[in-house]
């Protein structure tokens, strides 16, 4: 069973960046598409970005869009999502999440309920 993995947060500076990484080990990530998530403390899930397999299109939450920007490597193993000008209410954990084996495509509706989700990885942006 795929498993996914996150990494990369940690504790930034407003105005600061960090970039996120998603893998799932043993398995290629090439073929699907994958979201990415996030839940504040007391605050709903909130989906954030999708990156599509087919064509690599790319969607984003208004709340991100022009700041934050989801890509996958050359090897097709890993999904990133590059997070620049990082505000407080960016605090938050990161998921990614993906219905492997079956979707391609971004879902329409960023907070679509995959079937895979990673464990999550902390950001806090304070100073």
């Known amino acids: 069973q795929v498993q996914l993995v996150e990494s990369g947060g940690g504790l930034v500076q407003p105005g600061g960046s960090l970039t996120l990484s998603c893998a799932a080990p043993g398995f290629t990530l090439d073929y699907y598409a994958i979201g990415w998530f996030r839940q504040a403390p007391g605050k709903e899930r909130e989906g954030v970005s999708c990156?599509?397999?087919?064509?690599?299109?790319?969607y984003y939450a208004d709340s991100v869009k022009g700041r934050f920007t989801i890509s996958r490597d050359n090897a097709k193993t890993t999904v990133y999502l590059q997070m620049n000008s990082l505000q407080p209410e960016d605090t938050a954990v990161y998921y990614c999440a993906t219905d492997y084996g079956t979707r391609s495509n971004c879902p329409e509706g960023l907070g679509y309920e995959y079937d895979y989700w990673g464990q999550g990885t902390q950001v806090t942006v304070s100073s």
């Open positions: 990156i599509s397999s087919s064509d690599g299109s790319t």
